[in-house]
């Protein structure tokens, strides 16, 4: 597509419940990232794709939090059993093999109540 | 590892105002970028720009790679432009700097 697209814009799920985010990168780009960031903070990477190489991980905050990526293209983010501290902006972001710059998407704002 | 420096970390300015931020960064780099985050959030790519200048109607921004810095300009400022402006290194991982807030008064 145009841009880096991602569903849903809005999610308000209850604590305990899981919770699936999908994000579809440019056409073409082989990496991809996930960031959140919660209300006055910045960007906290999350977890990085790139091709078919093993992802970076490293900065998923628990074993709550899992994406793939399927056929190098569209990724999820799952979250289960839901907290409150997980209420932020989800973003994410498209390169192509990291070159030429990042395109974000226009977010996931989820809210746990 | 790089570290990026932004400044003014805050900046109020009167609509019709000129301004330039500035993106300081700790090591050479190949590749950095501008974004803004407007009020409601959303992430603007800027400028792709690892080094020169580039211009795209009242913003132009120019980096001078062996300095390592990058100047980010805002001319005849709206209230539109308001939000917080990023830079960020560009390689394995994006490298932010923490950000400058700016605030265009009506």
């Known amino acids: 597509g145009a841009g880096v697209s991602q569903s849903p814009s809005n999610k308000v799920t209850e604590k305990g419940k899981d919770v699936e985010l999908r994000c579809d990168p440019i056409s073409g780009h082989t990496a991809l990232y996930w960031y959140r960031q919660s209300l006055g903070q910045g960007l906290e990477f999350l977890i990085y794709?790139?091709?078919?190489?093993?992802?970076?991980k490293s900065g998923l905050p628990s074993d709550r939090f899992s994406a793939e990526r399927t056929g190098g293209s569209v990724s999820t983010l799952t979250i289960q059993r839901t907290q409150q501290e997980d209420s932020a902006v989800y973003l994410c972001a498209s390169s192509l093999a990291g070159v030429g710059g990042y395109t974000f998407g226009s977010g996931t704002r989820l809210t746990v109540v | 590892g790089i570290q990026v420096e932004q400044s003014p970390p805050d900046l109020i300015l009167q609509e019709g105002a000129n301004s330039t931020l500035r993106c300081n960064f700790s090591?050479?780099?190949?590749?950095l970028q501008w974004f803004h985050q407007n009020p409601w959030g959303q992430l603007i790519n800027l400028f792709y720009i690892p080094s020169g200048t580039k211009q795209n109607g009242r913003l132009s921004a120019t980096t001078v790679a062996t300095e390592r810095y990058s100047l980010l300009y805002i001319s005849s400022s709206q209230t539109t432009d308001s939000g917080v402006y990023f830079c960020?290194?560009?390689?394995?991982?994006?490298?932010w700097g923490a950000g400058t807030k700016l605030i265009i008064k009506p």
């Open positions: 090591d050479s780099v190949n590749n």
């Open positions: 960020a290194v560009v390689g394995y991982q994006l490298i």
């Open positions: 794709f790139q091709g078919n190489s093993a992802p970076d």
